[in-house]
């Protein structure tokens, strides 16, 4: 098992940059792939980014894609989400998962493990 605990959210204007981070404790992290998950009040939670468990592969919801960027640690236990250029619309909850020996999936159902999720908002 893995408990994953994100940090790093916060209040910032459009147009600006945050990093939020995910620590995870437990079984070998270098083995897990990972993902950041977001929700909105009112809506469903969307993926937004995935990094494999090896090769650092990555894959982008859209809505991010160009803004975006997922990378990981592995000495550190960590995955990041540096997130540029923010928008209104990327206010939300934001979820980090994991998924032992996994790919770069998009789906919730294909993840585990979840963390408590950090709150981004961002002010127009």
């Known amino acids: 098992q893995v408990q994953l605990v994100e940090s790093g959210g916060g209040l910032v204007q459009a147009g600006g940059s945050l990093r939020l981070s995910c620590a995870a404790s437990g079984r070998a992290f270098s083995n897990y792939a990972m993902g950041w998950f977001r929700q909105a009040p009112g809506k469903e939670r969307d993926f937004v980014a995935a990094?494999?468990?090896?090769?650092?592969?990555?894959y982008y919801a859209d809505s991010v894609k160009g803004r975006f960027t997922i990378s990981r640690d592995n000495a550190k236990n960590t995955v990041y989400l540096q997130m540029n250029s923010l928008k209104p619309e990327d206010t939300a909850v934001y979820y980090c998962a994991a998924q032992y020996f996994g790919g770069v999936y998009s789906r919730e159902r294909d993840y585990d493990y979840w963390g408590q999720g950090t709150q981004v908002t961002v002010s127009s």
């Open positions: 990094i494999s468990w090896n090769h650092g592969i990555t």
